[in-house]
C-alpha cells in the first residue's frame, strides 16, 4: 500500500490560452437562430477567468441574439475574424495549454469534415471553418507552442447532404504545415456522426454544453488546466445517456484522442457494450471526486485498513478504479456494497447512485459467476 497521493500540481495561468465563440444569430436570418451558444461561452469564459487566466489571452467571439446584451467585451465571429486569429494570432501564443470552446450550427461535410458555421453565414454563401483542418493545423510546427490542446464543441453533425443545400459548402482549409509529435489533442464532440446537438431554446443553452460547463465547474480545483479528459468524457457521458433515456436527445458525443504515443477515437455509448467491469468503471468515473487522488485516497480509506491495504494504486484516475474495483471483485461481494456506501455517503446524485448501483449488482453477478465456473 503506498501513502496517499498528492494532487497533480496546478498549471500556470499566464501560461494558458483559449478561443471562446458563441453563435446565437446568422446572416442567413432569423431561421438560423439558436439561442444560448453566446451565453454557455460566457460562463465557460467565467471559469477560466476565475481559475485566474488573464483576460488577455482568452480570445471571446460572441454573436448574441437579441434582446442579450453580453456584460463582457468581445469581438465578432464572423469567418474573416476567426480565421485571422487561428492562423495569425494565436498560432503564435507563447504557453503550454490550449483551450478551444465552440458552440453554433455545424454540418458534417461529404469529406466527413466537421465543419463550423460563422456568424456571417447566408443560405447562398455557408462560410465555415473546417475543424478537422484546424485540428491539423495545431497538431504541427504551424504552432511551436501551445503542446496541451482540449477542444469542445457543441454543435450539430448533421450531414451536409440530408439538409439538401442549393449551394454547397466552400471549401475552407487552413495552412497546415508539417506534422511533428509535439502535442496532444483532445477533442469532446457533442453531437456524433449524422447527429444532432440538442438546444433548450427556452433556458438559452446547448444540453451537452450545460452539461459540460456543470462538471468542469465540479473539477474547478484543478482549472485553469485540462482536467483527465478520459474521466472527464466517462462522465459527460453518464450525464447524456440519462438524458438521452429521458428522451430529452438523442446524441452520443464522442472523443478522440491524439498525442505523440496515442491516436485514438473512443467510441460511444452506442457503438459499444460494455463488459461489467467497463461498467462499474464508467459509473465511478462519473462521479466529480473520482478525478482527484486526494479524494479517491479519503474513499480507500473509510473502506478500513482491512480493505485498503490489499488495494493496487495508480496515479491515472481510471486505473486507479479500475485496479480497486477488480481487488475487491476478487475478495468478498460485501467490499463492493462497503464502496457503495462510502461513495453515496459522499455524493448522493439520485442518477449517479442508481447506476452505480445497477452496475455493481451486474459486476458482482459475473464474479460470481467467474468464480463458480473456476
Known sequence: MTGPETSVPRQDPSRVHALIVGIE?????????????ARDALAF??????????????RLHLAPLPPFVPDTPHRPADHATLRRVLVRELSSAQG??????????????????????CSDATTGDKVALDLDSALARYAGDAVPGLAEQLWLVDACETFEEALAFRVPLPADALPVGHRNLAHRQSLLRAAGRGRVAANDPLRATGLFSEVLLDLLAARADVLPGPPDEEELFSAVRVRVDALREEGRTLQHPEIRLQSPRRTETLPSAEERALSPLGRVVEAVMAYPWA???????????????RVYAALPRHHKARTDITGILTTLGRRRPEDLWELFDVVVSLDDDPERRSELADALREFAAFRTRRLRLG
Do not use: I, M, N
Open 25 to 37: 444569430k446568422y446572416d442567413a436570418g432569423s431561421d438560423w437562430d439558436l439561442p444560448g451558444p
Open 45 to 58: 469564459h467565467r471559469l477560466l477567468r476565475g481559475a485566474g487566466v488573464p483576460e488577455s489571452q482568452l
Open 291 to 305: 478525478a482527484d487522488p486526494v479524494e479517491r485516497q479519503a474513499v480507500v480509506t473509510a473502506l478500513g485498513s
Open 96 to 117: 503550454d495549454v490550449l483551450w478551444v470552446w465552440w458552440g453554433g450550427h455545424g454540418v458534417l461535410d461529404r469529406a466527413e469534415h466537421l465543419r463550423l458555421l
